[in-house]
């Protein structure tokens, strides 16, 4: 058998294996992504995603073709309760936002991307072009067949699409590879959690021309309820590509009464006319579960998206925080292959991500249990008492307590208003705010570089971009540094940013490369190269790092 050695191997071509192999490579990191199905996804599970999805992606240029691939589900708006799709007077429906127009308001201010859905098909095949594009390594039709594990890495045998084997030899492999993780289960990993949630569910993608049936009055998704057929039916591009989700009652019946004839009959009966030809394209079986992996890592193998943690659809949280773990590990990867930290930063992973997996996954069981209180935005009192943080909290303003950071505060300042949790501390994501840089409005989170950190200071900060500048010359770490302020490099008109991010105009704040912010001095300190040389050791895990 022939073997191949790459820095990082992923298994899994799902979303957040792509999301993997498409950062890595943009960090110039030679990745080999392997799936054992033939393609990418042709059935979106999900269309709802989170502000911070659209940041990662726009953070390794992907911004405008993600932007593209959501522009079918633009006017989407809503859930709407009816009895039929063509029968029902989708314009007087009644109509629940999605996203409520608090939340929708408040993402155009705490972030530079849109809110709005995007088919997780579509999704994963911008990743896949990137990835393509990047140089990564793709193997469709290859399946893992068996891991070994040892202090220096990890020897992997995979098996072909002509059925040869072949072994390959990487540094670290990521698991991305779903709910039933072969490496996870090859490890020993359990998973803690309920599972068996709700009733048995069947995900009907079909194809049916509805573009004039709901055409100026498009719907992110339906509640179907009428005698012949009760359901929710998403859509995903508006015209021809549906999805029916039909629940059956465990013990009285089983997935295979539902053939593809029977649920042919219960999607005419949702739309609510005979004479629209219904063709099923795949039909799949699914329940809710609500599990964590007891633990991330182990050695060189590291699990990430379902293959660590299974997520309730309420909310919308699952794809959205299975892209954020490779936000959260791309870069750290990206650090230790190429010598830039050590070891121990891939230690913080876990650290970081597995208590945020956590709350998730309790988030989206309180709204499994409260739906009431899911989709009555008002209800802010019920929600308190209940502990139900606001959507933006458990996706985007949450608080890592703990990892590669210096001195976080310990625990949300709020579970309601999610701006009050983004204001520059360390173990959030740094504030957003449109700032003028070069000639171009940006946001401050644009100011990152491709996997690497920036540090942004005061408009009296200049002695903390002399000695990011200094630190950069001595240690070749691709440190950015800028002034912002009023008049400064980075021109925030009116001042607004600093105050934001909790800086006094001679203070500063180190950002990393997902955007969360790892140090913060409120105002100027003696020594600023020295203390930035001790947080860039502390958080990069320098002193395990080998000798280059």
Not at 41 to 53: D, H, I, L, M, N
Not at 253 to 260: F, G, H, I
Not at 350 to 363: A, C, G, K, Y
Not at 440 to 445: A, F, N, V
Request: glycine share 10%.
């Amino acid at each position: 058998m022939s073997q191949e050695h790459y820095p990082v191997l992923v298994v899994g071509a799902g979303t957040v294996g792509l999301s993997m192999a498409a950062a890595l490579s943009h960090y110039d990191v030679p990745v080999l992504l392997v799936e054992r199905h033939a393609g990418t996804t042709t059935r979106p599970r999900a269309t709802g995603v989170q502000p911070p999805v659209k940041e990662f992606f726009r953070s390794i240029g992907l911004d405008d073709p993600i932007r593209a691939a959501g522009a079918d589900l633009l006017p989407s708006n809503g859930k709407v309760d009816i009895v039929t799709i063509a029968g029902s007077d989708l314009a007087a429906a009644p109509r629940i936002p999605t996203p409520p127009k608090d939340v929708a308001e408040l993402t155009a201010r705490i972030s530079p991307t849109p809110v709005g859905p995007i088919a997780q098909d579509r999704i994963d095949q911008v990743l896949g072009e990137a990835c393509a594009a990047r140089g990564a390594v793709v193997r469709f039709g290859t399946r893992l067949e068996s891991v070994v594990p040892d202090d220096s890495g990890v020897t992997a045998t995979l098996v072909g699409p002509d059925g040869e084997s072949s072994t390959v030899r990487a540094d670290y492999l990521v698991a991305a590879d779903g709910s039933a993780s072969t490496v996870r289960q090859a490890l020993g990993i359990e998973m803690k959690g309920p599972t068996g949630l709700g009733n048995p569910m069947i995900n009907v993608l079909f194809t049916a021309d509805l573009s004039e049936v709901v055409k100026g009055n498009e719907f992110a998704f339906a509640q179907i309820n009428n005698p012949d057929s009760e359901g929710i039916l998403l859509t995903i591009n508006n015209r021809d590509r549906w999805i029916y989700h039909i629940s059956y009652k465990e013990g009285e019946e089983v997935l295979s009464d539902y053939p593809d004839e029977r649920c042919v009959q219960l999607i005419k009966a949702a739309i609510g006319r005979d004479d629209i030809p219904v063709e099923i394209v795949s039909t799949i079986p699914w329940r809710m579960s609500a599990r964590v992996a007891e633990r991330l890592v182990e050695g060189r193998v590291i699990l990430a998206g379902d293959s660590a943690h299974t997520i309730p659809p309420i909310g919308a949280f699952g794809m959205s925080s299975g892209v954020a773990d490779a936000c959260n590990l791309a870069w750290k990867l990206a650090h230790v292959v190429k010598g830039d930290a050590g070891a121990g930063l891939l230690k913080s992973y876990e650290v970081e991500r597995l208590p945020i997996m956590r709350f998730t996954r309790d988030q989206a069981l309180l709204r499994f249990s409260h739906l009431d209180l899911h989709w009555d935005a008002e209800k802010y009192g019920e929600r308190s008492a209940v502990e139900m943080a606001d959507p933006l909290i458990t996706s985007l303003a949450y608080q890592y307590d703990d990892g590669a950071l210096i001195d976080p505060p310990k625990g949300l300042r709020s579970l309601v208003r999610a701006d009050e949790n983004l204001d520059g501390a360390p173990g959030t994501r740094v504030p957003h705010a449109w700032v003028e840089h070069d000639g171009e409005r940006i946001s401050i989170l644009d100011l990152v570089p491709e996997g690497n950190f920036v540090l942004l200071a005061g408009p009296r900060g200049g002695d903390w971009v002399a000695a990011a500048r200094a630190e950069a010359a001595r240690s070749g770490l691709d440190l950015r540094a800028h002034r912002v302020g009023p008049g400064c490099e980075v021109d925030d008109p009116d001042g607004a940013w600093s105050a934001s991010a909790g800086l006094e105009p001679d203070g500063a704040l180190l950002v990393r490369p997902d955007m969360f912010v790892a140090w913060r001095s409120a105002g100027a300190l003696e020594e600023p190269r020295r203390v930035l040389t001790s947080v860039l050791d502390r958080v990069l895990d320098r002193a395990s790092q080998p000798a280059r």
